[in-house]
Structures are given as structure tokens and as C-alpha cells.
């Protein structure tokens, strides 16, 4: 019942293709949503190579990635300065071309017996092979399933089962790499429906395991696609059908030219990071790992309207920001990075490389690599959350001694991580008499919303408030395009029978 092949449009699709002739692009099924796309209508009209002048730099952007469908070193993928893909398996030794990193990732699949689901589940690679993976990938990003939302296709799990499934995973790949980060979801949407499919998920986790479910980032693609069971309109099933486990006939209902819709795409984006800040992962990174143009030339998509897409695409997340809705770890950008369907796959448009030798850039896949190569490297280093523990844990009115981990952040756009950049903690504003805490600590972090953690010790705290600051690269060691929130101040509550409260935070310009 389940393909593992990774693209996301529903087979019967191809069934109408197969009567192009009698299909008029834009032809509504059943009731479509408004299209605002008119508002990006100029770059439908584009040249199909947009016109970029070019760098020396060739340094891998972690916001740029690429989904992989055959090998990745037949392609000069250096050209497109790509920081990260995904070749939807957990290889053991993947090939790092230019530095970049490899996004491991667990097949699942939910067994049927007799025509029935049952709740036993299945993942690929599993025992030695999936230990051998973890080992190659020390601190690697775990995506666990392709799409489970997508009924028949992909991985196509219930949700109490992509649970079980999910918690399983987790506690694995953790106990064997505790720097491992594991990351849910994979909807092929963030369509309203699929947003059920995912609290159906999160509800199932409570139930059969008494927590809610960790995650340490979330992932969705975010193609747009019309949603209809084929249960309900067979005829009109092309898409993303309807999640199992969901009772419903149909979600969105869409239109082909949709596929490039602006509009909705944004909309999506922000539906999700809401959804994230109301269930409590307001504090994780957002991972697109999938999306592009799947619609073909035939159907109204050359490259040039592709084009046009990728770049609005591109604009978007570049600089989608939000206080409330950001992540913090990132400058609260919206999306930490995000991954072009495809290198290559004949069934489907966006392709960047043609498949022969000698396997060069196609329009689609030159326009990416224009569109990267006059981004300028960027580094942000800042602290952004403090924590601690303390011997003893109370202090009866007594000093404790205090171990504090800063947390720093890169919202950079760099793969190859910075530093290792000096940090100092401080009793009091070390700009006016403050007392440097314990010694130097050095930390390296990649950029993208990466994080790494200083630690020292700070012995004999008497009771009271203390306000404790934290310097990222207080001697301008490291060139950065923001030097005014190095510097940020916390405040640490000693009290009986608390030890310790991290109560505010605010930042400080840089001196």
C-alpha cells in the first residue's frame, strides 16, 4: 500500500494528464479557493534565467537546500552554494560535497493485514543498519517519515501510529547520539486538515505515553495541492487526498494553477509557526524540507513561471520575520532553511540538473544558482537563553554554587559553523564594574538558528537577585553583521526553597 518512491502528487494525477487535451489550465474542481496569485502575476511573464551578476564565493548557505533523487555527485551542486539535502534515507557514509550537510531520514510504514490497518508499524533502515547510520551522522537533523499524512502514497500513517512510531525513533537515535535532533511532521501542508492530522498525533502521544511529544524541530513541506478523498469525488482526488485517520471528504479544494499561489503559500508558513507558538514549540526551528513546482510545462509552467516562484519563494523566506511567531534562536525568522524539489525527477518540473552527462544546469536549476551567488556570507552570534543548576539545589539562606549554561545562537546563513568565538559571563554590567564569572569559554555554531551551549561555574551565590550578562565575542574577534545584541543580560533569583529562576531578559547595545 505504500510507495517509497519521494514524490508527493497523488498518482491518479497522471491519469489526467493523460487527457491533456481537454484540460484548460486554471480549470476549477469543484469549489477553489481565492487565488490572489495576480499580485506575483509580472513574474509569470519573466525570462526564464533571471539575469544575476556573480560571485567568487562558494561558500555552502544553510538556508538552501536541495531534495536528491538520484546520486548527488554527478551534479556540480558547488555552483549552487546549497548548505544541506535530503536523499529520503539515512545512509551511514553520505557524500558531504562542498562541506554541506546530510539530512538523514526514517521510512515508516503502517502494516495491513487482511485489507485493515493495524497498529504495528514498521521503519527503514532498522537495526544494525539504522545503528550504523546514527554513527556516520554524529548530531545529524533525524527526520522521521516522508509525508505520513499522504493516504496510499509515501508513508501514509494513522496518527496514534506515526506516534508510536515517532516515539520509538526518538528514544533510539537519542540514547545512541544525545547531540542527534530529532524532527516531526512532514505534512505534505500545512493546510487547516493536516493541521488535525498533527494534533491527532500530539493527543495520541499524551495518551499512550503520559507526555507531551519532544520534538527539537519541525518540518513540513509546503506544496499546494487539492485535497479530496477519492472515497468521496474519485474524479476530483488529484493531490494530496485527505489524511488518514482524518474524518472528512475533503480540505482545500484547489485549482492547478494554484500551484505557484503566492498567497497561499505565505499563508501556510505563518498558519503553521501559529500553530507551533500554541502548542508550546514556539522555541524550535522550522524546517521546509520539500517544496517546488510539480505542474508541468504542458500545464502552463515553463520555466519562467518557475522561476519566478522560486525567486518570490526565495524573497519570502529570506525575510519573513516575527516577533511573536519567529523563532528566537534565529532573529525570529519565520523558516530556519529550506529544501528545492528537485535535483532531478522526470515525472515532475522544477528539475535544476538535466539526468545526462555531462549533467548540466538546466533553466530552473542556473536561476537557483544565480539567485545564491551574490548572497554575502553572514555571521550574528548572541546569547539567547540562560540556564542553571546549583549545589546544594536549596539555599536555606546559605551561598550555593551555580553552574550556567548561555545558550548562543547564529542567525547567520553559513553551514560551516563560526568560531570558535570567545564568551564571558559576568556578575553586573561589565561595562560599568561587572566581575567576570568563572573562565573563558569558547563555543563554534553554524548559522541558520544553530545553537551551542558555555558553561561555568559560579561558586558561593549569596541569596538575592543577580543580574548575570553574557558576551559573545566581547573583543570583535569575529566579523559579524550585528554587534549590538552580544551582549544580554539575565536575572538570576537565589531563593529559599528555590534555587533558581531565570526571570528576564532583555539585551544591551554592543559598547
Keep these: ?7 508527493p502528487i497523488h498518482v491518479r494525477f497522471w491519469f489526467l494528464l493523460g487527457l491533456l487535451g481537454l484540460i484548460t489550465v ?34 555552502a548557505l544553510c538556508r538552501f537546500g536541495v531534495n536528491v533523487t538520484a546520486d548527488i555527485n554527478n551534479f556540480d551542486t558547488t555552483s549552487l552554494r546549497m548548505g544541506w539535502y535530503l536523499d529520503y534515507a539515512a545512509r551511514a557514509n553520505p557524500s558531504l560535497p562542498n562541506g554541506v550537510e546530510y539530512m538523514p531520514m526514517i521510512r515508516l510504514n503502517q502494516i495491513w493485514v487482511g485489507g485493515q490497518r493495524t497498529d504495528d508499524y514498521t521503519y527503514s533502515p532498522s537495526g544494525t543498519a539504522l545503528q550504523n547510520a546514527i554513527a556516520g551522522n554524529p548530531g545529524a537533523a533525524w527526520i522521521i517519515g516522508n509525508e505520513p499524512d499522504r493516504i496510499e502514497v509515501q508513508d501514509d500513517m494513522e496518527p496514534h501510529v506515526y506516534a508510536a512510531a515517532y516515539h520509538e525513533l526518538y528514544h533510539l537515535i537519542k540514547t545512541a547520539d544525545p547531540t542527534a535532533r530529532i524532527v516531526a511532521g512532514t505534512i505534505v501542508q500545512p493546510t487547516p486538515i493536516r493541521l488535525i492530522y498533527l494534533d491527532m498525533v500530539l493527543q495520541a502521544h499524551i495518551e499512550q505515553f503520559g507526555r507531551p511529544m519532544p520534538v527539537d524541530a519541525w518540518n513540513i513541506h509546503n506544496f499546494i495541492l487539492n485535497e479530496v478523498s477519492c472515497e468521496y469525488d474519485d474524479s476530483n482526488c488529484w493531490g494530496a487526498e485527505v489524511p488518514p485517520g482524518v474524518n472528512a471528504n475533503y480540505g482545500e479544494i484547489l485549482t ?9 503559500y505565505i499563508e501556510r508558513i505563518v498558519r503553521f509557526r501559529q500553530w507551533m507558538k500554541d502548542r508550546g514549540y514556539r522555541q524550535v526551528p522550522l524546517y521546509l524540507t520539500e517544496y517546488g513546482i510539480l505542474m508541468p510545462s504542458q500545464l502552463g509552467f515553463p520555466a519562467s513561471r518557475v522561476n519566478a516562484f522560486m525567486n518570490n519563494t526565495f524573497d519570502y523566506m529570506m525575510s519573513a520575520q516575527h516577533p511573536e511567531l519567529g523563532y528566537p534562536g534565529d532573529n525570529y525568522r519565520l ?10 525527477y ?18 530552473i536549476g542556473q536561476n537557483f544558482a544565480n539567485y545564491t551567488a551574490v548572497i554575502p556570507e553572514e555571521v ?32 547567520g546563513n553559513l553551514t560551516e559553523p563560526s568560531g570558535p568565538a570567545l564568551v564571558r559571563f559576568y556578575d553586573g554590567d561589565p561595562q560599568n564594574g561587572g566581575l567576570q564569572i568563572g ?7 553554524a548559522g541558520c538558528g544553530r545553537t551551542d551551549v558555555a558553561t561555568i561555574t559560579w561558586p558561593d551565590v549569596p541569596p538575592g537577585a543577580h543580574t548575570v550578562y553574557v558576551w559573545v565575542d566581547p573583543e570583535d574577534d569575529i566579523d559579524e553583521v550585528d554587534i549590538s545584541n552580544n551582549l544580554q543580560q539575565f536575572r538570576v533569583l537565589v531563593a529559599d526553597p528555590a534555587a533558581f529562576l531565570p526571570v528576564i531578559k532583555r539585551s544591551l547595545p554592543h559598547p
Excluded: C, R
Design 335 to 344: 523558516v530556519q532553511n529550506w529544501a528545492w524539489f528537485s535535483i532531478y
Design 26 to 59: 486554471g480549470l476549477a474542481y469543484g469549489t477553489a479557493v481565492a487565488n490572489d496569485a495576480e499580485a506575483y502575476a509580472p513574474g509569470k511573464n519573466a525570462p526564464a534565467i533571471v539575469e544575476m551578476p556573480t560571485s567568487s564565493s562558494t561558500s
Design 1 to 7: 500500500m505504500n510507495s517509497t518512491s519521494p514524490h
Design 380 to 411: 550574528d552570534l548572541y546569547p539567547w537563553q540562560l540556564s542553571s543548576t546549583s549545589e546544594p539545589h536549596l539555599s536555606n539562606g546559605q551561598p550555593v554554587t551555580l553552574t550556567l549554561h548561555a545558550k548562543i545562537a547564529n542567525s
Design 439 to 445: 573562565t573563558d569559554q569558547f563555543v563554534s555554531v
Design 256 to 264: 492547478i494553477d494554484d500551484n505557484d499561489n503566492m498567497v497561499l
Design 346 to 363: 522526470p515525472s515532475f518540473n522544477g528539475d535544476l540538473f538535466n539526468p545526462d552527462p555531462p549533467y548540466n544546469k538546466t533553466a
